[in-house]
């Protein structure tokens, strides 16, 4: 998804943060053209108070989907399990990929932590069968890696963009 500029009026590539001509952030550009998605979200695990200091400005995270022009909102302050809702194996999961093709590109039940309690929102591989990059680059499972606002998620071939200021 490219990004004018709201000042200079430049067209961005669809992972720049700030205009490419005149360097103004384009995170509030992005907000005010998101039609927000109505997200599956089951259950919640607890606030971690010890760092909630550090977020008390902090805006949602916005992801964008490859194919798909309505992004999806997060908000900051909690941890989040994405993948997708297998009722059968009874598997609850936060965020649910299920709508967006997830079986079919290989999003496991429990794919993937996506903490956004903690500045910058980390992301940790849950021993997915497909893996999880960012940027094209393998995730190691149980390890927690920090996510730059432009960042490429990929969980098994569900490819996604993550914006945040």
Do not use: W
């Not at 908000?75 to 093709?101: H, W």
């Not at 996510?147 to 914006?163: F, I, N, P, Q």
């Amino acid at each position: 998804m490219e990004t004018p500029c709201p000042v200079c009026g430049h067209v961005n590539h669809e992972n720049g943060t700030s205009c490419a001509n005149c360097h103004v952030d384009l995170y509030d550009s992005l907000m005010e053209i998101v039609a927000t998605r109505s997200l599956s979200i089951l259950h919640t695990n607890p606030l971690k108070t010890v760092q909630t200091h550090l977020l008390e400005n902090a805006q949602p995270i916005i992801i964008y989907f490859d194919h798909d022009d309505v992004p999806m909102i997060v908000d900051r302050g909690q941890s989040f399990v994405i993948g997708r809702q297998d009722d059968r194996a009874k598997v609850d999961v936060d965020i649910d990929l299920s709508t967006l093709g997830a079986l079919e590109k290989g999003v496991s039940r429990s794919h993937l932590i996506l903490d956004t309690a903690i500045q910058p929102p980390h992301v940790t591989d849950l021993d997915s069968y497909n893996y999880s990059y960012i940027n094209g680059q393998q995730l190691q499972p149980q390890r927690s890696y920090p996510l730059a606002s432009g960042d490429e998620l990929r969980l098994g071939h569900l490819t996604m963009r993550v914006y945040y200021k």
